[in-house]
């Protein structure tokens, strides 16, 4: 997920200026349709009255989606975003949910809650914990035995040139193909039995929606109400961050950028080893393969 770019960062143009103006028009602030994260939540198989825990909330979002798939559940949100748990907290209140939600401050790597819950959610914070496979290490010990994790995490969908890289600000390593992705997944003791890739229309739709929250917020909010007022924002200097976050998206990352959101079960620890072994042999099989059948 692309956090700041070189284009945009501007004091106005932090992630919390643009999530705060898109949640009501793409309420997971991740690259999903409903239809995508309906497909997911289903495929977690949860029993009844899940606890569910999200790591890096946000607004909310996920959490709300998971209440209405499972009407038994309980979730506690954690983000060290103090303005998107208040607003959690709102949106909870008002619809009637305050109850089955515990919303709280907190960083994601020290202030998790001491229990272990049935959903795990920690979507597009990999960047948080150091990487991919140390997010998975840190998150197992808050996850029950048969319980299920959901993860989202930024894919390159084809080798990223100099300039995107450059847009992103990011080195060629953070990010891996999706291939990639799954096989590290497992060779760190997990069981992936669902991923979704984003489609190139659902990155078009979420980053429409972020566009459309700028402009609104330049064009109404702040020649209206002025309700997000920021000091030293102005409508020009909202609408130059709409454009290059525009500009960046389409002209520098929209065909290299992915996101591919999995559904994880843990291992039993005993067979992790066995299992670890199994997965790194199939990869030098098939790398061993695939250099025999270049070379013939």
Not at 102 to 131: H, I, N
């Amino acid at each position: 997920m692309p956090q700041r770019t070189m284009t945009w960062q501007m004091d106005i143009a932090s992630d919390e200026s643009v999530w705060n103006q898109t949640h009501d028009i793409h309420p997971i602030l991740n690259p999903l349709d409903d239809t995508s994260v309906r497909r997911v939540l289903e495929r977690t198989r949860l029993g009844p009255a899940p606890r569910v825990l999200d790591v890096g909330c946000g607004l909310g979002g996920w959490v709300f989606k998971i209440l209405e798939s499972y009407p038994e559940a309980t979730c506690v949100g954690v983000d060290m975003v103090e303005s998107f748990i208040e607003r959690a907290r709102a949106e909870a209140a008002d619809r009637g949910v305050g109850d089955r939600t515990d919303f709280r401050t907190g960083d994601a790597l020290k202030d998790l809650p001491d229990e272990r819950f049935d959903l795990v959610v920690c979507a597009g914070l990999s960047e948080a914990f150091g990487g991919l496979e140390p997010m998975l290490h840190h998150l197992r010990p808050y996850l029950k035995n048969d319980g299920r994790m959901i993860i989202g995490q930024g894919l390159w969908n084809h080798e990223p040139d100099e300039e995107c890289l450059r847009i992103l600000d990011v080195d060629r390593d953070t990010h891996m193909p999706f291939e990639q992705a799954v096989d590290m997944i497992a060779c760190a003791g997990w069981a992936p039995v669902y991923g979704h890739k984003s489609t190139e229309q659902e990155w078009d739709d979420f980053i429409w929606a972020c566009v459309e929250g700028l402009t609104r917020w330049a064009l109404d909010d702040l020649r209206g109400a002025g309700e997000q007022q920021v000091p030293g924002v102005s409508t020009p200097g909202i609408l130059l961050t709409m454009s290059s976050y525009r500009r960046a998206w389409l002209h520098g990352y929209r065909s290299a950028l992915g996101y591919a959101t999995f559904v994880l079960r843990p291992l039993p620890p005993q067979w992790i080893p066995l299992l670890f072994a199994g997965e790194l042999a199939q990869q030098t099989w098939s790398a061993q393969g695939q250099a025999s059948h270049e070379d013939s």
